[in-house]
């Protein structure tokens, strides 16, 4: 992150700025576009696209940008950047293949929007940051075979927790240490809560109830520790995260950790809740070397076995520029799957639920998110959170009970099914093993 700001610079100065386009301008999408278009030197957001035209108007003119226009073309849209403006669109898929566009920031939230704009991106050889989670974490793995073929990055962002834990988690590997857990810390975690309960706060902050939901409901970090792991190969000690609720300062956390039952998982993700710092993440790592367990001590991170790392803020869209710098400049994903899916999250009721039935999404009445192990997943068909919406109940299903598969009817022609089931089969275990020969 350190040599991004000289970086830009140096692109600012040869007048050669990386150009962006943002899909989705909502809450954390007009965020972004203010911090790029006013705090960026070498950067610049050329187009925004929106399903609904006047909030993509509404992120440039929160910004201060006034001469943008109106673009229905491939071809409007490509003049537009060439002759150095700004465009908006309702049409997503323009960003998507127009030249002058270095690098695409998806901001949409959506699962099955969110893996037709990102397969077009790739295949126009375009630089994708997701800031979308529950895209990441229900077809991730597939996404990034299908990116590394084209040679383009996708990559989560910086800022978000994820992205943070895994800049955390990059600098103690750096000096020499090897974490065991990667943690994220809440103030509240109530599965049952919905976009009734939380109308007020998202009413407050301007925020799109579904998605405080998703937050409080733990769906929102159940995703968001699923792709941790999936960057990390760490595993969930148990459904759902240990999901330890403590007081005091996370550095008193390390000896309620069984250590070698984090070794022998290679590590795990979880989270804790009203934990100081908050909010923040954390890093909890052992090291081998009784002489540099010394200066450990020395420098008062304590006498182990583990040793307290945290960062205490996430500063989302602020951060969000760094990670399209990254990508573009350096070909540096900030989070991105290593193989595989390790860690799932799976769709489970939150209330009673009845044959007939067509889920609704997530952040809304019906389920809540909670990671699971992928081997499990796979083993017992359970159904990921990031497919359940619309989903057709072929029985009932008791509240807090995880929903299968075979529980299900899926709805005809998602591109998102069909990613999954490639991913499942390109990432089988009989594939692996053929591969090792």
């Keep these: 992150m350190i040599i991004v700001d000289q ?30 278009i006013n705090s960026v030197p070498g950067m610049e957001l050329v187009a925004i696209a929106n399903r609904h035209i006047d909030t993509a108007k509404k992120a440039y003119l929160e910004a ?39 690098a695409i920031i998806e901001v949409t939230g959506t699962i099955e929007y969110a893996a037709h704009l990102v397969m077009r991106a790739i295949a126009h050889q375009k630089h994708i940051i997701l ?49 065991l857990l990667c943690g994220n810390i809440k103030g509240l975690q109530d599965p049952y809560r919905n976009p009734t309960t939380q109308a007020g706060f998202a009413q407050r902050w301007g925020q799109n109830p579904a ?51 984090l070794k022998e998982l290679g590590g795990i993700v979880d989270y804790v809740v009203g934990t100081k710092p908050s909010p923040g993440v954390f890093v909890f790592a052992t090291h081998e070397d009784p002489k540099q367990r010394h200066y450990l001590n020395l420098y008062k991170l304590g006498e182990g076995p583990l040793y307290s790392f945290y960062t ?37 009721a939150k209330i009673d639920l009845k044959a007939g039935e067509t889920l609704d999404g997530i952040g809304y009445y019906m389920t809540y998110g909670q990671c699971e192990n992928s081997e499990i997943v796979q083993r017992e068909n359970l159904l990921p959170m990031g497919i359940a919406e619309g989903c057709r109940l072929k029985r009932d299903i008791q509240k807090d009970q995880v929903i299968s598969y075979d529980d299900v009817e899926l709805p005809e022609g998602r591109l998102c099914d069909r990613l999954r089931a490639e991913q499942t089969a390109y990432f089988a275990p009989a594939k692996t093993l053929a591969g090792v020969k």
Excluded: W
């Design 7 to 36: 970086a830009l610079k140096a692109r600012a100065e040869l007048g050669k700025p990386v150009k962006v386009g943002m899909i989705g301008a909502g809450f954390m999408g007009r965020g972004i576009a203010n911090q790029i």
């Design 131 to 179: 800031m979308n989670a529950e895209l990441d974490g229900t077809i991730g793995p597939i996404l990034k075979v299908h990116a590394d073929r084209a040679g383009v990055i996708l990559t989560a962002c910086d800022g978000d927790q994820p992205g943070v834990e895994m800049n955390l988690y990059r600098f103690v590997k750096s000096i020499g240490l090897t974490p």
């Design 211 to 261: 998605m405080v939901t998703s937050f409080a409901d733990g769906t929102k970090i159940s995703f968001e520790q699923a792709i941790v792991a999936n960057g990390t190969g760490m595993k969930v000690a148990k459904r759902g995260m240990l999901g330890y609720e403590y007081t005091g300062h996370v550095d008193e956390m390390t000896k309620m950790y069984d250590i070698d039952q």
């Design 64 to 102: 201060g940008i006034e001469n943008f226009q109106t673009v229905s073309s491939v071809v409007d849209l490509e003049d537009a950047i060439a002759q150095g403006g700004y465009a908006v669109t309702e049409d997503a898929m323009l960003l998507c293949a127009a030249e002058g566009i270095d």
């Design 312 to 348: 205490p803020y996430h500063l989302c869209h602020f951060e969000v520029p760094l990670s399209v710098a990254r990508a573009v400049l350096f070909h540096d994903a900030v989070l991105a799957p290593l193989a595989g899916p390790v860690v799932d999250v799976v769709a489970t």
